[in-house]
């Protein structure tokens, strides 16, 4: 299926081994969440992770797809894939190393949490390592108040979520930060809006440095980094009350969410074109959203 040499395919196994064991980590966490969660805002029984193993229509592989209706967490989904294929010939053109030989090799984890309470900002986090005749890493984390008195980049939560990001990316290249916030806040932009989906974080794509030792490690910190800094924020937020202005103002919110996704996420276009899982890509499909 595929001609990338053992050297390529050993660093996608220990990259595939990595996602499932952070998926785990953070079924655990989230899960952990659910129980905490004050009974006098949540009363419903904590939810718990149903987890779908699924394989390739195309190609050899699948991933393992969690999925989480809560008392907390409205609906979460955190999934990892792998993948041994051919892009198609459109598709070949728009990857590097594609054009000399259309095989490739994947791994990834993605998620997204969405809150049941509004004061809860919504989460999505994915890392991946790509591979066809070059090698690249891809990913990032970024974070969405709901309610507008947080989405403000001087509100504490956008403050502890940038700062955990700065500290995954410093240790590897202190100028990294810069550049990737930068690029996230003009990859999740809605330009029929003329606004950014949240108050951002990181995002990278095609990332290689000539160093691939380094580059694992900077994409382990950012999974790292989502894994301690996110529980934290659900923790200061989850025991607040909210209004039904609240619960309006993030369903509205939410529709920006799908407006992205369905319009402009790579992720999403990328997945489903290569023959993915489509529960898995649309499970960042918020459950309740409003247009106004």
Known sequence: MTNLPPEIQDRRARAK???????????????????????????????????RPWTRDTGVGG??????????FEKAGVHTSAATSRFSPEMAKEMPGADQDPSY?????????????????????????????VSWFGGGADLTPMVDEQRSQ????AVLF??????????????????YKVWCDEYFYLPHRKETRGVGGIFYDRHNSGDF????????????????????????????????????????????????????????MFGLRAGGNIDTILSSMPPMVAWL
């Open 105 to 133: 090799l994947s791994a990834s984890i993605s998620l997204i949490v969405h809150p049941r309470s509004p004061r809860v900002p919504t989460v999505h986090m994915n890392t991946r390592f790509l591979s066809t005749a």
């Open 17 to 51: 081994t990595w996602f499932e064991d952070l998926q785990s980590r953070i079924f655990a966490a989230l899960e952990q969440l659910e129980d905490e969660a004050p009974p006098e805002l949540y009363p419903e029984e904590p939810g718990r992770f149903d987890q």
């Open 162 to 179: 940038h700062a955990a990001m700065k500290a995954a990316c410093d240790p590897y290249d202190p100028e990294w930060h810069a550049k």
């Open 213 to 268: 030792e380094k580059d694992f490690a900077f994409t382990r910190a950012v999974g790292e980094a989502f894994l301690e800094v996110y529980p934290k924020i659900v923790r200061h937020r989850m025991s607040e009350p909210w209004t039904e202005q609240d619960r309006m103002e993030q369903l509205v919110r939410r529709g920006r969410y799908v407006e992205f996704n369905l319009l402009y996420d790579r992720g999403t």
């Open 63 to 72: 991933g393992l797809g969690g999925h989480l209706k809560g008392r907390l």
């Open 154 to 157: 001087a509100a504490d939560d």
